[in-house]
């Protein structure tokens, strides 16, 4: 009976061509704009470490101006650690099953080979444990040992993408590469590795983007002077001239991350930050009153609004969007299946039941809806371009994936079923008796 | 095959009532075929209506082939216009964008056939009414008989007992109408039981038998004498 | 014409009527919301810089090699560019108005001033040219001096001297005017006060969304203390693509510096507003593409409906109504259909806007949205149902005869 009503149903489709268009194509940049805006939205909210982002932790100690507003929400504590405060975590033992400090910074990168044109390359400066504690996966080599960032050793590891363009993607360990003229050797490649969003650093541009192509032991990069590229905030000024002044200064500007692989672990890493913090204003540092904070990934997303207000909006209206054209599919439909009557009232009269006169109408607008479904898959794929297009840094926002794919077709069945119910129960209720004379 | 008694049907809107068929009271034979004539207004669309099982009486009982048909519920009664009844429409109602076959197929569809059994009964049928080799033509290539004959292939095709035909003929040149009639005839006589609803007179006078609604009232005198005889024998009966 | 035969009519199918005009009312909704934000956003990103901006261009280089003599170079650079035909003056800054990165401070008008009383503002660093080459005109006081001039390393911690500053940053400081020769501190630690000695009209600071975007100060040194130049240079008028392809050839002739970015400020702008003008762009396409889904709704609809009642429209033709009766009939009733949307519509554009607005803070929109939205889809209804109205007329009046 399927087959049957599919084949009805295409007849019908093709019956009132303009019409079904209009249909396909209401429903399908209805689902389109929704789609678009959704998928952007699905993947900017997307957990970045799902197997991990529990236990991972955004760390604030709030060492702030003592006369600005008392701190109603996180969200008024600095983002970001002074260097002093994370060295200071760094190098003592605290509750934390792993740590990292680190922050984004640049320089001009040369391989010293013929014909390479020296590029501004984005560089991670970190701890070893960046990698064990976010599942950096490596392609080649490792991190570097501790003895390597005590010893603010002159060394880097690659992002796959970086060793494919500097070395063809070879195994480059022992190679050189020269960060403002000065030669760092690599010690690692890894593999692809893309969180979305960059989690670990979301202040600013390329919170979408890919993940730094080098990265450096902290201690040698301060020591080279690569100056931070992400907000720097004082709200003292240093007390005088130099890098020196700046590490001792009350500027924060780095990001702060542990691991604490239990809820207790979390606890008593809480309350090291807290003494931490009291035995620090004994020294008359941190003047506001106690505020450090722990945020695991997720948690810390939303605090640092990592979903664009705007894009939010854009999710809303395109919802509306959808409902208008899923309001428009009704109403054509209802116009449609009023046309119907008479057909139905012959089938009726020839003993089709009313389930057979649902089915078969059901069958039409399922059809309807896979084909409004797939115009709007094709409609979300050009609306996805033209995101890139506008945007920039948006390039991982910008695919379908499997889920999403069914989500469409699922959302597209599901708004021309909701879209035609009404409209073929109408016909359904239809007495046989009254279509069958002359009109 | 048939048999009405004190079928009545009322119409309620909240205004008014309107009293289509009152106490009507037949009966039709196996193999009869009988046509029902009365003036417009006089019941006949309801009669018919009842008759195919399209509508409910408001009152009264409905036998087809032994079995009370008047309270079914909405799938039996398809069922059974599904499998013992036929129609003929004035205006043929076929489905503009199917062809012959598919119209055909339309009453076969809802019927538990395989797809073989179902491709000789449309055979079949548009082999009986002549138009076998049209079998992919569409509805509007065809003339207003060959239509015609088309839907009767189609009230065919299931092998019903009863066929109902309203105005079978109203839309035709008399012609064309008659070679409908000599089709109805030959059809009866294979043994198929007919009702024919017509406002004409002379196409009425072809059928074996001619009753006529007047005021939602059967006024076929057969008929009402019997009547009287069967509530004089159940008086008597209550007497004893 | 009598309304209230159209009314019985529209009353029978009153579902489908229904159906538009709660369509109507969400487009409604829509539209007036969508083209508020995006006019909002629109005002936004035309804000003037302060800069002539369409004359300007901005370029980046970064000094990587270890032997560089960096202040030699920027010297040599300086006089090259101001030097160079169609150039009507070039300086290096530590960064850009208007480019999303640059440096914020305090000042606070006595030393001992509390830090919630500072006022902050955005710095850029300049020299005698800074305001030529920025497009800003001195309203009070006086330019810097070449030899007030510094050059700023990492090393260097003193305090500016003088400096110049935005009307709105002079009326954060000194609310009651008269702030050229007055004396700020930058913060408790300062050694020495700074002066201020002219003050020019208008320029933002590096942050579109700062709230105070127009409090700017010039200070004058340049700058060492990273490998960054930020160059802003502008051109005479009608010069600026050919001078930004030879500024171009010559950045990125010294080896041991490069040439990382070279733009137009407009560009510049551009690529700062991105999140902006890709927000306009996209409730630019919401307004049109629902307007016409709507349209063609409508369009459908009638359509449909005349065929429907191609019969009662002959006999209506037979009984006498002439060519423009049967169209006012369809247009009427298009028009009762889209105003009771749209009655609808004003209730839901409103909820929509409160609810963008405590959700999202899109701000309150103008009562006059709500009349120009109305207006705006009487118009499209409208024009919608012309087409279906006019094959309404056409329908021959013999119909009425025929009896199929």
Redesign the interface.
Known sequence: MFSYYLKLALRSIRRNPVLSTLMVLALGLGIGAFMTTYTVYYLMSGDPIPHKSDVLYAVQLDNWDPNDPPTESQRDVQPQLTWRDAEYLMHNPTPASDQAAMYRTGAIVETGSEGQTPFEGNIRATYPSFFPMFDVPFRYGRPWDLAAESGHERVVVLSRKMNDELFEGENSLGRTVKFNDTPFQVVGVLDDWRPTPRFYQVDSGGTFGDAEDFYVPLNTAVDRVFLPHGNVNCWLEPDGGGIEAFLRSECVWLQFWAELATPDEAASYKDFLDNYVRSQKETGRFPRPLNTFITPVMEWMDVMEVVSTDNRVLVRVAFLFLLVCVLNTVGLLLAKFLGKCPEVALRRAMGASRRAIFSQNLVEIGLIGVLGGAVGLAFAWLGLQLIDKLYRGYQHLVHLDAVMLVTALVIAVAASIAAGLYPVWRVTRLAPAGFLKTQ | MLKMTDVSKVYRTELIETHALRNLNLEVSEGEFVAVTGPSGSGK?TFL?IA?L??KPTGGSYELDGEDVGRLS??AA??????K?G?I???F?L?P??NLYDNVD??L???RWSGKQRRKAIENALELVGLASRANYLPSQLSGGQQQRVAIA?ALAGQPRFLLA?EPT??LDSLMARQVMDMLEAINGEGTTIVMVTHDQELARRAQRNIQVLDGQVSDLDTLYQARVDRLAREDSAHV | MAIRPILSALSRNATGALLIALQIALTMAIITNATFILRERTAYIERPSGLDEENTLVAVTTDFAADLDSRALLARDLDHLNAMPGVRAAIVSHSVPVSGSGNGETYQVARDTPSNEAVSFGNFSADENGLEALGLELVAGRNFRPEEIRWRTLESHENQSVVLVSQALADALFPDGNAVGQLVWEGPTAESPTEIIGVYDEMQNAWPTSSNVDRTSLQPFRDLSTQYRHFIIRAEPGQRDRVLSEVEQYLGEERGRMLYVIRTYEEQKRRTYAQDIAMVRLLTGVVVVLGTITAFGIVGLAWFSVTQRRKQIGTRRALGARKRDVMAHFMIENWLITTLGLILGTAGALALNWFLDTEYQVGRMPLWYLPAGVLALWVLGQLAVLAPARRAAAVPPALATRSV
């Open positions: 669309t209506n195919g399209l509508e909405d799938d398809a069922r059974i216009r599904n499998e009844v129609f429409f004035q205006s109602n489905i964008d199917l339309v009453p569809r809802y019927r189609r309203d109203g839309n």
